[in-house]
T-cell receptor, first 112, second 114 residues
Framework: RKEVEQDPGPFNVPEGATVAFNCTYSNSASQSFFWYRQDCRKEPKLLMSVYSSGNEDGRFTAQLNRASQYISLLIRDSKLSDSATYLCVVEMIKAAGNKLTFGGGTRVLVKP | DGGITQSPKYLFRKEGQNVTLSCEQNLNHDAMYWYRQDPGQGLRLIYYSQIVNDFQKGDIAEGYSVSREKKESFPLTVTSAQKNPTAFYLC?????????????FGQGTRLTVV
């Protein structure tokens, strides 16, 4: 089983609609969680961290469910510019240093 | 401007040759990472380093080597032992320690072995 798993998609979303997707992680000792965004043939960039209480940043809402070991990302009022691959990232803090493990990504396509 | 720089952006090599990918950062970050990304896949960790002169194997270290002689630099060598080296290689850095450490990525190097 992979450490971090995501539905690869693509999620085809009409402009203005809401889309949500999850990411599951296997290690219950994982400590920090993130969503990164990656545009085609570009480097990933941090979209938002995911805190235990859940957090919102504009049209984006992230949730963490430690009991079921998953995080989620919800995008409201989707824009064409939201088309990208969204990478789930789990952080483990170890003696040798922090280790970031990436999921395979969920591709989102927003269409007019 | 502070940032992380990878070079070259595109690299072509013949099979059986070693090749070294450059990664330099001026963010004063202690931690640096190398990831590999294959088409349609996520990122897989090759090596990471939290301090000068020390580094750790990631999940797919076989066929790769690194050095960390300076805080700013973390070059990756793809050796002839790497069976399938063609991929997109991403270098990242972050502040060491604590939780919720954001990783900053370079623009990547696309390596093609022919």
């Amino acid at each position: 089983r992979k450490e971090v798993e995501q539905d690869p998609g693509p999620f085809n979303v009409p402009e203005g609609a809401t889309v949500a997707f999850n990411c599951t992680y296997s290690n219950s000792a994982s400590q920090s969680f993130f969503w990164y965004r990656q545009d085609c043939r570009k480097e990933p960039k941090l979209l938002m961290s995911v805190y235990s209480s859940g957090n919102e940043d504009g049209r984006f809402t992230a949730q963490l469910n430690r009991a079921s070991q998953y995080i989620s990302l919800l995008i409201r009022d989707s824009k064409l510019s939201d088309s990208a691959t969204y990478l789930c990232v789990v952080e483990m803090i170890k003696a040798a240093g922090n280790k970031l493990t990436f999921g395979g990504g969920t591709r989102v396509l927003v269409k007019p | 401007d502070g940032g992380i720089t990878q070079s070259p952006k595109y690299l072509f090599r013949k099979e059986g040759q070693n090749v070294t990918l450059s990664c330099e950062q001026n963010l004063n970050h202690d931690a640096m990472y190398w990831y590999r990304q294959d088409p349609g896949q996520g990122l897989r960790l090759i090596y990471y380093s939290q301090i000068v002169n020390d580094f750790q194997k990631g999940d797919i270290a076989e066929g790769y080597s690194v050095s960390r002689e300076k805080k700013e630099s973390f070059p990756l060598t793809v050796t002839s032992a790497q069976k399938n080296p063609t991929a997109f290689y991403l270098c990242a850095s972050s502040i060491e320690g604590g939780r919720y450490t954001e990783a900053f990525f370079g623009q990547g190097t696309r390596l093609t072995v022919v």
